[in-house]
């Protein structure tokens, strides 16, 4: 039977037990759909038996690693809410309690980001100004400044520059005027498609490293500057990204401020290439 898939309302982040979650979404597509049952999913997850299906999902048999995208699939699981099943599906196989605590704080931290970012459709505009990403950024604290010539001065521009990007903002969606006339953004975090970056991120490295240039000339109690060298497998290589990813998702839910009063932006940029070519004993 060809993979099926089917969305719910439910929210995987308000669960802490991947049993549990499982257990909710047949409910809850059950109730909507009359005719589904264990032996209906177990065929478009590729299973021969419904009675382990049933026993998994109520945690009497345990999780296979092979069932895990094919779940994700299955239940239509996007974003930061597969990212975080994907973490709960992984935290119920620990075996050991440091396991336990890696994944748990991973958790924790999917948990307190906006599961439904803004997906910017005008990508190659939004990130090929490096004034965009900022104000968009600025405008979504609470307390944000509201006149142009405050946050021109913030943001070290002209106030025709700001008032042009104001406006490109609200035409790409990501800022609206709410009921008190209040420019607020539409949501607070967003991100730029997949199959879109690498056109759009060429434009907007380029434009990082010719500020990071004109950085260097800034105090050194505002900035820094690290470089590391070692040598890697392509297996390695892929970890190293992914304890990137982890890093960086941790950073952002770590530093979700409400307020911008006595903060000030910064930008953290993560470079790694190779610098030689690879080494055949």
Known sequence: MPMKTVQTKIDVRN??????????????????EPEFSFDVWAKELGLK???YLHAMVFGERPLKESLLEPLAQSMGLEGRQLEYFKNLFHYSRCKTSEQKK???????????????PHEVLQHFEFLSNPLLPRLQTMMSFEDSPQDSKTLAFLLGCS??????????????????????????VAKRSWFVPDSFKQMSHSEFYRNVFKEAETALETPS????FNSLFFALSPEEFETLLADFEE???????????EKLSKRRLYQLNVNVFPTSKSFQD
Not at 170 to 177: C, I, V, Y
Not at 221 to 224: G, K
Not at 247 to 257: C, G, I, R, V, Y
């Open 247 to 257: 890093f960086a998702t941790q950073q952002l839910a770590k530093h979700d401020h």
């Open 49 to 51: 038996s419904r009675t």
């Open 221 to 224: 109690t505002e900035r820094r």
């Open 15 to 32: 669960f802490q037990s991947v049993f549990l979650y499982l257990q909710e979404y047949y409910a809850t597509r059950k109730s909507n």
């Open 159 to 184: 106030e025709s520059e700001l008032q042009n990007a104001l406006k490109s903002l609200q035409e790409m969606g990501l800022l609206q005027k709410n009921d008190s006339g209040k420019l607020v």
């Open 102 to 116: 890696v994944f748990a704080s991973k958790l924790m931290t999917l948990a307190k980001m906006d599961s439904d």
